[in-house]
């Protein structure tokens, strides 16, 4: 469609979606974020159906929040909203009581550390695919300091290249094929690297057996001790209860129930998240 493609090119060429430096900075990394959705609503375009509608909801600075529910709930969402991705058609996204669009874009994004369903490793090595372009001793060293945290000094450190090894074996036959829990620890690394003031993880185990889901919730664990505010979106209620401080159970765009794990997964009072857990119970057992 030549129109389509007209307005496709017009968009990649047009800079100001991408180099928007107008508006508020970041806080420092070392400022706790506070987030707030404040009546938000929002539906994907040319679609009449809500995904949030008139949706209040606030993550408190430093909390381990943990948000679980069926396909479609709107837990994606509300990540994407957070990072700056999407945007409300109306209502407001409040950071540490600041609108989210008063920043500007680019300093918008350093305050978040996001590892999507669909992240990538890059034909790169596996320093290259943490630290990007950084090519300073420090950035270097700082790398593999979030290489170690998220456990896999030991297994670089075996191979041949160590940090300089390739990860894509079809382009580089020195190279290796990691994992599937070994790739998604490279993406938190990669996460960590960014250091952005809020770490938020979307369905990180949702492709992992379950031997590598114990190995990335022991990372998990270690992060959460680590003082910054996260975000896990998950099915993994292992997750839900060893490494959250709050548990939110969405249905439809709406928050059903949520409390301290230790409550709403051992007592729920509400029947669909009841049958989820059952779910779960049965999948485990």
Do not use: W
Request: charged letters at 25%; hydrophobic letters at 35%.
């Amino acid at each position: 469609d030549l129109k389509l493609s007209s307005t496709y090119f017009e968009m990649v060429m047009d800079q100001s979606y991408y180099s928007e430096n107008t508006g508020r900075m970041a806080f420092d990394k070392e400022t706790p974020i506070e987030i707030e959705f404040k009546n938000v609503s929002f539906r994907y375009p040319n679609t009449k159906r809500y995904i949030l509608k008139d949706f209040n909801f606030k993550i408190h600075a430093k909390e381990k929040l943990a948000i679980v529910g069926t396909n479609g709930a709107g837990k994606t969402t509300i990540v994407k909203l957070i990072c700056g991705l999407f945007e409300p058609e109306s209502g407001e996204i409040l950071i540490n009581g600041i609108k989210a669009s008063e920043f500007c874009k680019q300093e918008y994004y350093k305050m978040f550390s996001a590892v999507f369903q669909d992240f990538e490793i890059y034909a790169g090595s596996i320093l290259e695919n943490v630290i990007g372009n950084d090519t300073d001793e420090s950035s270097k060293e700082r790398g593999r300091m979030c290489l170690k945290r998220v456990g896999l000094e030991e297994t670089i450190e075996s191979l041949p290249h160590g940090y300089d090894t390739s990860l894509v074996k079809s382009i580089d036959p020195k190279g290796v094929d990691l994992s599937g829990g070994q790739k998604q620890k490279v993406a938190i690394a990669r996460a960590l690297y960014k250091n952005g003031n809020v770490v938020i993880l979307d369905e990180p185990t949702s492709a992992l057996d379950p031997v590598t889901v114990g190995e990335v919730l022991d990372v998990m664990k270690k992060l959460a001790e680590e003082g910054m505010t996260m975000v896990v979106v998950t099915h993994e209620m292992a997750f839900a209860r060893d490494v959250s401080s709050r548990v939110v159970f969405m249905e439809k765009g709406v928050i059903v129930e949520e409390g301290a794990p230790q409550d709403i997964l051992v007592s729920p009072k509400n029947e669909q998240l009841k049958k989820f857990l059952a779910r779960f119970t049965n999948q485990t057992n």
